[in-house]
């Protein structure tokens, strides 16, 4: 009988703790506006098209060091450019070879750099990293992730924004994915990072 009411005492103080965790204020529904421009991150893959020179044409992989190699042109860096900048940086590589050359760099696989990715870490069906999309809301990474177990607590959720030093959110979940709640929807940030409470009960 002892046993059960320290079981008790203990549980009713776990929750009492709980109550008195630092509370984070609700996330912003609309993020910052900016001029969003997609950086080429490691695991991208990016069509080069060199004008009149096919055989200098190609699709490459960004590799793990952030670099890619091309024909005349190894270990130049593409990790954190967007596609027009590293377009510019191999024309200026190939310059020494062939007479003004004029080339198109399109992305076509996205990964996006590590700095940029979004992080969804604790009871999410499917933890994971996922690229970032601009305009991309909590929604669309709940769907990404399969929404959340069964001993997720969402409403206790919180966003850890990089973007702002690290700033914290409370996030609503459960009322967004499991009551459809829409005004618990906001948009999300490149290098969020969702984190998913374990409910105690």
């Known amino acids: 009988m002892k046993r059960y009411l320290m079981n008790g005492l203990l549980a009713c103080a776990v929750v009492g703790l709980a109550g008195c965790a630092t509370s984070y204020p609700p996330a912003p529904v609309s993020a910052e506006a900016?001029?969003?421009a997609y950086q080429i991150g490691p695991g991208d893959n990016v069509n080069i098209v060199v004008w009149r020179n096919p055989e200098l044409s190609m699709t490459v992989?960004?590799?793990p060091d952030g670099k890619i190699t091309t024909?005349?042109?190894e270990d130049l860096p593409a990790a954190g450019r967007d596609a027009s900048t590293l377009a510019r940086e191999i024309e200026q590589a190939l310059g020494k070879y062939?007479?003004?050359p004029v080339v198109t760099?399109?992305?076509t696989t996205f990964v996006g750099p590590y700095s940029q990715q979004v992080r969804v870490v604790g009871e999410a069906a499917k933890p994971q990293t996922l690229p970032y999309r601009q305009k991309m809301s909590l929604l669309d990474v709940m769907i990404a992730v399969n929404g959340l177990t069964d001993f997720a607590d969402g409403n206790r959720a919180t966003l850890l924004r990089?973007?702002?030093g690290n700033k914290q959110y409370s996030v609503r979940l459960k009322d967004l994915v499991k009551r459809g709640d829409v005004s618990a929807n906001i948009e999300m940030r490149p290098?969020?990072?969702l984190i998913i409470p374990q409910s105690w009960f």
Do not use: A, F, N
């Open 34 to 36: 900016s001029d969003y």
């Open 61 to 63: 992989p960004v590799r």
């Open 71 to 73: 024909p005349l042109v």
């Open 98 to 100: 062939i007479r003004d």
């Open 105 to 107: 760099v399109i992305v």
């Open 162 to 164: 990089t973007g702002e």
């Open 191 to 193: 290098g969020d990072v």
